[in-house]
């Protein structure tokens, strides 16, 4: 999932449902030895960067932010230009959001606030 990126600053962990990926909380304790509860079955993949948070993304990505009450507020289709995703959050009001970043290799959920 990391392509050419240094693996000694990215974490991952696994979560059954989106909300756990977007806390942080409830991770999948051994992913190796996982079984589905249900088939098929979605898996959500957070990624942090230990050192700035930040996402590096090399596919197609999608992008989506939801409100604190889990309304849709923004969904765009993005190719990442030099493995970097620029959003303009000016449309935004002030507030707390999660924003989803889909790809190929992963699915990440950040919690970010608006000022």
Not at 4 to 19: A, K, V
Not at 104 to 110: G, H, R
Request: glycine share 4%; hydrophobic share 40%.
């Amino acid at each position: 999932m990391l392509g050419s990126q240094d693996p000694s600053i990215y974490l991952f962990s696994y979560h059954e449902t989106l909300e756990n990926s977007m806390d942080g909380v409830n991770a999948i304790v051994n992913p190796m030895a996982y079984q589905n509860i249900a088939n098929p079955q979605t898996i959500y993949v957070r990624l942090t960067n230990d050192i700035n948070g930040s996402y590096v993304l090399t596919s197609e990505s999608t992008v989506t932010i939801f409100n604190l009450i889990g309304k849709k507020v923004f969904f765009e289709t993005i190719i990442p230009q030099n493995e970097r995703i620029t959003l303009d959050a000016n449309t935004l009001f002030a507030g707390v959001y999660f924003i989803k970043v889909s790809s190929e290799e992963s699915v990440t959920v950040k919690r970010f606030i608006k000022k």
